[in-house]
């Protein structure tokens, strides 16, 4: 018995019923899959307008997942690989710097919990902050506030 080929739409639905896509991803998700005649950016439309493709959702969604482990440049960059652009992006990037300096207290926390021994240690955990992609201002405020905790 052959296998049934699923239609570009109904792959589409299985993606997005899964967890959110930016348009982009799901666009290359089904270039994968097109026969000839497919148009998938004529897909995406209809998706679109039937609200079950959505740039926002796909934004919120990749912010609440990442903002526990990783520092806004971090996220912002993942955005922008998503074809996240402009205002959107802007508006997202306000959200996330209220709350930075907390953020990256709670992840360093989590991964070390006491004050660094020693200048080497300091460094080591600020390099663990910066990969996350906190900002500098995160980072020293960070530092300081595990060095007021030690006293």
């Not at 020293?140 to 595990?146: F, G, K, L, V």
Request: charged share 30%; no cysteine; hydrophobic share 40%.
């Amino acid at each position: 018995m052959a296998k049934v080929q699923m239609s570009l739409k109904a792959r589409a639905l299985k993606y997005l019923s899964s967890r959110e896509h930016s348009r982009l991803e799901l666009a290359r998700k089904l270039a994968r899959y097109a026969q000839e005649g497919d148009d998938i950016e004529s897909l995406l439309d209809a998706l679109e307008s039937a609200k079950l493709l959505s740039q926002s959702r796909f934004s919120e969604s990749l912010v609440h997942r990442r903002a526990a482990r990783f520092g806004n440049s971090r996220i912002l960059s993942e955005l922008q690989a998503h074809g996240i652009e402009g205002e959107a992006l802007q508006d997202i990037k306000a959200g996330l710097s209220l709350d930075e300096t907390a953020r990256a207290r709670e992840v360093w926390r989590k991964r070390f919990g006491q004050p660094p021994a020693d200048a080497t240690e300091r460094a080591k955990q600020m390099r663990f902050l910066q990969q996350r992609g906190f900002s500098h201002a995160a980072i020293q405020a960070t530092m300081r506030a595990t060095n007021t905790e030690d006293d």
